[in-house]
């Protein structure tokens, strides 16, 4: 079946400028969270989604982040007023949480985004 | 606080050399202990995982044991081909699942 997919693949965009980030999770994954990578370092958590339950924002480093999900599939990570060190791969992984492959996450390709 | 620690790369091995990566890790209670490989190009993929305290993962060849103990999930494979060229990263679940916590991500170059 169809993986997680995300859009898009690349954004160059200039300081200041606001960007939308999406993610298409499994059919069917309740669970959805958003990660970002940046060179040399590890996966930053940044949002969980679980269902209709309120997300844990607790890892977005400043309030120019925000994320939504409708419809308890698609998300869309939104940062305000970029800055350069924004500049990273934001990934999106989704998860069935439920029977053996309970909280097994499956990542998609990421986003690259590059603040000029 | 909950943490991984990775052996620092880049790792370069020669074709059919002995690989280890370490990988260890500081968490509340027990949790699920996987490794996630990440090829050029391509997004995260499960590469093995373990439930519990002495399970081993393996897939591809490669293998990692759940040691509880030594609180380490240390991945091997005997035999490194040049495909197995890619960052490889070792994580956990917080006990709510609400996130995963990984290592910085070990890179791995095998040479022919």
């Known amino acids: 079946g169809a993986g997680v997919s995300q859009s898009p693949s690349n954004k160059v965009t200039e300081k200041g400028k606001d960007v939308e980030l999406r993610c298409d999770p499994i059919s069917g994954h309740t669970a959805l969270y958003w990660y970002r990578q940046s060179l040399g370092q590890g996966l930053e958590f940044l949002i969980y989604f679980q269902g209709n339950s309120a997300p844990d924002k607790s890892g977005l480093p400043s309030d120019r982040f925000s994320a939504e999900r409708t419809g308890g599939s698609v998300s869309t990570l939104t940062i305000q007023r970029t800055q350069q060190e924004d500049s990273a791969v934001y990934l999106c992984?989704?998860?069935?949480?439920?029977?053996?492959?309970?909280?097994?996450?499956?990542f998609g390709p990421g986003t690259r985004l590059t603040v000029t | 606080g909950n943490s991984v620690t990775q052996m620092e790369g880049p790792v370069t091995l020669s074709e059919e050399a002995f690989l280890t990566i370490n990988c260890t890790y500081t968490a509340t209670g027990y949790p699920s202990l996987f490794w996630y490989v990440q090829y050029p190009g391509e997004g995260l993929q499960l590469l093995l995982k373990?439930?519990?305290?002495?399970d081993k993962g393996s897939n591809k060849g490669f293998e990692a044991t759940y040691r509880k103990e030594t609180t380490s999930f240390h991945l091997e494979k005997g035999s490194v081909q040049v495909s197995d060229s890619a960052v490889y990263f070792c994580a956990f679940p917080s006990n709510t699942g609400n996130q995963f916590y990984f290592g910085t991500g070990t890179s791995l170059t095998v040479i022919p």
């Open positions: 992984a989704s998860s069935p949480r439920s029977g053996t492959s309970t909280y097994e996450q499956y």
């Open positions: 373990a439930t519990k305290a002495d």
